[in-house]
């Protein structure tokens, strides 16, 4: 590509996050017209194959449609979820049948022949830096050989460590390399945490919906499940939250205030003072799962409820197998005044993480090289959110919600007219198709109706035919028409 088509190719995609920003505040209402071409051409100082470009990008993404002889419109918008289901504080458990679905959702997942729409998992090399993380640990084994031949022990790579402490500033962390723990994962992250903060028959707060794997891991440490109301637009309620810490009803609580799965919502900024401060006053400890945090679309990045944290009541845990490298498995933990509990769980438990893995990923991050690959999946994930909201609307029932995520990839769904998603799930099975219905992440029936979709796949003819599949069943199932904004 010369210069000139990489100038060319950055001004028409800077045109179309511009608009489509627009569209989203509303400065573009559902149905008014975008300015002519040559008009926008003549606003922006850009040529008219510029304009156009960028006009068939927002296409794409579902956000405009072209009308003949009439110009270029907004869309009629994907109706957002609103607050529904239960909403009083309960404590409930998972029974056999639930984690029996989670089983058949695993591995339906898991089988080659399924078409995944909704697996929280990039599918493709493409979603990750594959080829930069091979040169770095390439040349890493030139310059140190014996690195595979010596055992990695606690408290595990200290470079590694100290770009995490480096990089939780940009969520408002102040941290020491010394106060990271590194973990087998976020998984294990909340493992040991549970286990730091709690003894079997302590009751957890945990959001709803929520990654419904934290069911049978809560289940299998004895403890009890208290769900509590989550608005689908900004989180977790404090409120409810604030009468269970005043009854005295809850010994740890599990959230996530940036992009949270399912939802894909964060709280606002003073919504995360304000449950830093309920945990700190009640002495009760968070753990706060920040996996998508880094993938919000903001810049600054919103920060952490860790970064409010003022007597170390707050354990904030990540990873980077969304972002970098699935197969490495490396998270991380920062404990708060729970750190030395942690720390030696993590020795008895699996001793340290693997040398060489941790120090080619210490290196990337040290490198730059992270940074660079974070803007690019913001900016794609961001548009398949909005191309994904787009086949929603024209082949799924009319009527069917979503939230509109501030990061991330995944989402929720609710359809219309009683549509029993595991009903659905089973029946796309027969086709191949895999998703996740919503009765997997809530213990209420708040979910049934309901499904998590994922869009972390590239947007080729089989994903979109199983897509366009999904809403064209349960159009079939609710016998009501679909959308065809």
């Not at 595990?156 to 460590?161: A, C, E, K, M, T």
């Not at 900004?234 to 996530?256: F, K, V, Y």
């Not at 803007?375 to 994930?381: E, F, G, K, T």
């Not at 909201?389 to 919600?401: D, E, K, V």
Request: charged share 20%; with cysteine.
């Amino acid at each position: 590509m010369s210069i000139i088509d990489a100038q060319e190719s950055t001004l028409y995609h800077q045109l179309a996050e511009t608009l489509a920003e627009a569209i989203h505040n509303g400065t573009y209402l559902p149905g008014s017209r975008l300015p002519a071409i040559r008009r926008c051409a003549s606003n922006h100082q850009l040529s008219v194959n510029t304009v156009l470009t960028a006009y068939r990008i927002l296409e794409d993404r579902g956000l405009i449609e072209a009308r003949p002889q009439s110009g270029y419109y907004v869309r009629g918008r994907l109706p957002s979820v609103k607050t529904s289901g239960d909403r009083q504080a309960k404590v409930r458990s998972p029974g056999s049948e639930k984690l029996d679905l989670i089983d058949a959702v695993f591995a339906a997942q898991n089988h080659p022949d399924y078409t995944n729409i909704s697996l929280a998992c990039p599918q493709n090399s493409d979603f990750f830096p594959t080829a930069k993380i091979s040169r770095i640990m390439a040349s890493l084994l030139r310059r140190e050989p014996d690195l595979i031949g010596r055992y990695a022990l606690p408290p595990g790579s200290q470079r590694l460590r100290r770009e995490i402490a480096r990089r939780a500033m940009d969520l408002g962390m102040t941290l020491t390399a010394e106060e990271v723990t590194l973990t087998h994962g976020c998984m294990e992250a909340l493992q040991l945490a549970l286990r730091a903060i709690t003894t079997p028959g302590d009751c957890v707060g945990i959001e709803t919906p929520t990654y419904f794997y934290l069911f049978p891991l809560l289940a299998s440490l004895g403890l009890k499940v208290v769900e509590i109301p989550t608005d689908p637009q900004h989180g977790l309620s404090l409120d409810a939250l604030e009468l269970l810490l005043q009854e005295n009803r809850l010994q740890a609580l599990i959230a996530m205030p940036n992009v949270q799965n399912p939802l894909g919502c964060s709280m606002k900024l003073q919504d995360k003072k304000r449950l830093a401060k309920l945990v700190n006053r009640y002495k009760v400890p968070l753990i706060e799962d920040g996996l998508y945090a880094e993938l919000q679309f903001c810049w600054p990045l919103s920060p952490a409820v860790k970064a409010f944290d003022t007597d170390g009541w707050v354990l904030h845990c990540a990873s980077y197998t969304k972002t970098v490298a699935p197969d490495f498995h490396l998270g991380w933990i920062a404990a708060g005044r729970f750190s030395k509990e942690l720390a030696r769980l993590k020795s008895v438990s699996s001793l340290a993480e693997s040398r060489l893995l941790s120090e080619t990923l210490g290196l990337f991050l040290e490198s730059g090289g992270y940074d660079h690959h974070l803007r690019s999946m913001r900016r794609r994930y961001a548009a398949q959110l909005d191309e994904v909201r787009g086949i929603i609307a024209r082949y799924f029932p009319l009527g069917t919600q979503a939230t509109m995520p501030g990061g991330g990839y995944v989402f929720w769904v609710e359809l219309p007219g009683k549509v029993d998603t595991v009903d659905l799930f089973h029946r796309l099975l027969q086709e191949k198709i895999c998703l996740t219905p919503g009765a997997l992440y809530t213990l209420s029936d708040r979910g049934n109706h309901a499904l998590r979709l994922s869009c972390c796949y590239p947007f080729d003819e089989r994903y979109t035919w199983a897509l366009k599949r999904t809403g064209a069943l349960a159009c079939e199932i609710s016998g009501i028409a679909a959308g065809k904004l």
